[in-house]
């Protein structure tokens, strides 16, 4: 099964991939694409696969994530709707470099590598929205590594900060960011343990910064988040 340019451009978000692919190309993208469906925890590919689509989410919640050889889970990507996923493997014809899992039930718009290349290749505009996810990517991937320098409080700060950058978080008429994650998957992808992650997690509510609950975490004060983030304390 396969979908038009029109739903495709109702999943337009800032931050998305979509965002920035001009209306035309769309539609000509749209169709080369068909839908795929994943349950919760399905693995839409693994490290090392061969790179023979990229997709685009049309519903649904992924990480990216890789394993070190101890068999410790790196969070380095949380992906919905309107985001794109294996565009890297697939511009430059190598293997999958990290997982992509189902966090949710999703379904995908998946395009196989042939085609893709061939629409970049009549088509400079998509080539360049493809260029700029990638280079949005490669931009978070350093910021994350540099984040590991910081103590535990800073780098979990700093790591709610990039999940509300990368629009991941939801900002309601309050000005608060409510992101749906649950504590392992967050601790992963700020580089500590749970338990530390807990402690780090109360300091922040007793400032009234942010809260977690049910599965979701609230930014109540992201500029406080932010000046936490850059202290020197």
């Not at 998509?126 to 590594?145: I, P, T, W």
């Not at 807990?198 to 406080?224: P, Q, Y």
Request: charge should be negative; aromatic fraction near 6%.
């Amino acid at each position: 099964m396969s979908i038009g340019a029109a739903e495709l451009g109702k999943l337009v978000r800032p931050g998305s991939w979509l965002a920035d692919v001009p209306a035309t190309c769309l539609q000509q993208l749209a169709p080369l694409g068909q839908v795929r469906s994943y349950a919760r925890g399905k693995t839409v590919f693994q490290k090392g696969d061969a790179g023979d689509f990229m997709a685009v989410i049309l519903s649904g919640r992924l990480k990216i994530s890789s394993f070190s050889v101890a068999g410790a889970e790196t969070v380095h990507n949380l992906l919905q709707a309107g985001d794109a996923l294996g565009e890297i493997a697939v511009l430059d014809g190598l293997e999958r470099t990290a997982d992509a899992v189902a966090i949710d039930a999703c379904e995908m718009l998946v395009f196989p590598r042939a085609a893709v290349m061939r629409r970049l290749q009549e088509d400079n505009a998509l080539a360049m929205a493809l260029v700029r996810s990638f280079c949005g990517k490669l931009r978070a991937a350093s910021d994350a590594m540099d984040s590991m320098t910081l103590d535990m409080g800073r780098r979990v700060a700093a790591a709610l900060l990039r999940l509300a950058e990368q629009n991941v978080a939801d900002e309601n008429a309050d000005g608060e960011y409510r992101i749906a994650i649950d504590q392992t998957t967050l601790a992963r992808y700020a580089g500590i343990t749970r338990s530390n992650l807990n402690r780090v997690l109360k300091k922040f509510e007793s400032a009234g910064a942010s809260m977690h609950e049910k599965g979701v975490l609230t930014i109540m004060d992201i500029d406080w988040l932010r000046d936490f983030a850059e202290s020197e304390d």
